[in-house]
């Protein structure tokens, strides 16, 4: 419902009222708004015996919206709204944007009955407040120290608790690198019969929170490149069947969308594909293979953190390529030795999330180069005759060197300066192998996983940024799998799920061929 520069027109006692979300019956209504659009002038008369109401009746409601947008002005009422949103607001130090004061009504349903007292309903109420929320004549840094009144109510008011005493705080972009913070709260009048709520702004401003995001960023493309880093240990496993001899050739693709919690919440979602080519060869009654391949894989990644009533967020890609080789050696125990050499070329992009004076989003880019090796050793032993068991643990590391970004906006700038990432993680685990068949194996796995990793912290225009990343920590892994192979065929096909829990939550999906000359 949207009222633009509107204004009503009544004779004495009567009204009108806009309600976000009626129900009449049990039920539910969500996500509804009454949109108030003006030119930043205040209105006394045009919506002054207007009633808002939120929500009515005895359904489930949420998120329904008073938004003001450029509106000023004096209304009758307003009670059960979910959230009061602010938009394009010009700001004036001590003025009131939402002024509430009853205005006496015949009751529609019984004659004659006057309403003549009111009662302001904000109890449930959040006051939405952002980059976007005000016009800053001459720049926020102007206004420091100054306060607006979001709401003042003649009479009698329910508050919301949240914003009592200091209240919530909340932030705005002074530039790429510094923030002013307001606080939003509760002033009842001395009498008990009205009050405000009211936005007062710092007389300084301070490190903006978004730099955080930045630093956390760096810890994506780690996360990812550790990913692919799964896929080469893969390549080695033994087939189903009597090993296969000679050369071969293979590729393994795999998609995951994984989450990681840690001072904010990054989630990757992308593919990992490594291709190339391999041989098995019989050395002193030792099994030996080596793998050639090339790597590549791309993603989208997003990443939020909250920061009091505000949520910062960056979105972007990563797109990366390189080279590799990776061994295995088994012995005619069942015991073996594996490792992996990587390097390649990485492009991360953030496509926005830096919010500038302006109000604009802006983003960046890194082209850098990583280098990834891995070691692990393990035990392959049989069960009764059905089956075999496997015993593992591996060490994965992760190397991006220092690099430089930088973004420009109107008359503002930010130059970043990461430093070196090294991602170090150990893996233990096992593997049941099922019964084979003359086409296909089955198996399932379980492995712990623990990261270890050193902070990672980034300059930016000369101050130290010092991440609070914290990826570092247990995760949990299972596994279940097929592996097609007959004894016959030149073909390998392995298709396999993963399930991630704990630091690192989510899923995987592996497919896997080869094929032997």
């Not at 960023?217 to 780690?222: A, F």
């Not at 080279?323 to 012995?331: I, K, N, V």
């Not at 390649?344 to 850098?368: T, V, W």
């Not at 503002?412 to 300066?417: G, I, L, Q, Y």
Request: hydrophobic share 35%.
């Amino acid at each position: 419902m949207i009222l633009n520069n509107t204004k009503f027109d009544f004779g004495d006692n009567k009204h009108a009222a806009f309600i976000c979300a009626a129900m009449v019956e049990d039920g539910s209504a969500h996500d509804n708004s009454v949109s108030l659009i003006g030119d930043n002038e205040f209105d006394a008369t045009g919506l002054s015996k207007v009633y808002f109401i939120g929500a009515k009746g005895s359904g489930i409601f949420s998120d329904n919206v008073l938004l003001l947008d450029r509106w000023k002005g004096q209304v009758s009422s307003v009670s059960n709204f979910e959230g009061i949103k602010f938009s394009n607001i010009a700001w004036e130090n001590g003025a009131t944007i939402l002024k509430i004061q009853h205005q006496p009504y015949y009751d529609d349903f019984i004659e004659d009955l006057l309403i003549d007292s009111g009662e302001t309903d904000i109890s449930v109420t959040s006051f939405i407040v952002g980059n976007d929320s005000f016009i800053f004549t001459g720049g926020i840094d102007s206004h420091l120290g100054e306060s607006m009144t979001l709401v003042n109510s003649v009479d009698k008011v329910k508050f919301n608790p949240v914003y009592d005493g200091k209240g919530q705080e909340v932030s705005f972009s002074s530039s790429l690198t510094e923030d002013v913070k307001g606080y939003v709260t509760n002033e009842p009048d001395a009498n008990g019969d009205g009050g405000s709520v009211v936005l007062t702004l710092e007389e300084k401003t301070e490190q903006s929170s978004q730099m955080e995001i930045v630093s956390n960023n760096r810890n994506m493309s780690v996360t990812f490149l550790g990913q692919a880093a799964e896929l080469v240990g893969d390549t080695l496993f033994e087939p189903p069947h009597d090993y296969q001899w000679g050369p071969r050739t293979f590729a393994v693709i795999n998609n995951a969308n994984v989450k990681y919690e840690s001072s904010g919440r990054l989630e990757v979602d992308g593919f990992n594909f490594i291709a190339g080519m391999a041989n098995s060869t019989y050395f002193k009654d030792n099994l030996f293979r080596i793998n050639l391949f090339a790597e590549l894989g791309e993603g989208d990644f997003s990443e939020s953190m909250r920061f009091g009533s505000v949520t910062r967020s960056v979105d972007g890609r990563i797109r990366y390529w390189g080279l590799g080789s990776s061994t295995r050696f088994l012995l005619p125990c069942g015991a073996y030795f594996e490792g992996s050499l990587r390097a390649g070329h990485l492009y991360n992009e953030i496509d926005h999330g830096l919010i500038g004076a302006d109000g604009n989003n802006y983003g960046y880019s890194i082209r850098s180069y990583y280098i990834g090796a891995h070691a692990g050793l393990g035990w392959l032993f049989p069960i009764a005759d059905w089956g075999k068991l496997e015993l593992f643990g591996k060490y994965f590391y992760t190397h991006l060197p220092s690099d430089d970004a930088n973004v420009r906006a109107k008359d503002d700038f930010a130059d970043f300066s990461f430093e070196s990432v090294d991602n170090s993680r150990v893996r233990t685990g096992l593997r049941l192998y099922l019964p084979s068949t003359e086409i296909a194996q089955g198996y399932i796995g379980a492995a712990y996983e623990y990261d270890f990793s050193p902070d990672s912290d980034v300059t930016v225009n000369g101050y130290e940024i010092h991440a609070e990343n914290k990826l570092r920590g247990s995760t949990g892994i299972g596994e279940i799998g097929l592996r097609f192979a007959k004894k016959d065929s030149p073909w390998l096909m392995d298709v396999r799920f993963r399930g991630y829990f704990g630091q690192r939550e989510g899923e995987s999906l592996k497919l896997q061929e080869e094929y032997a000359f």
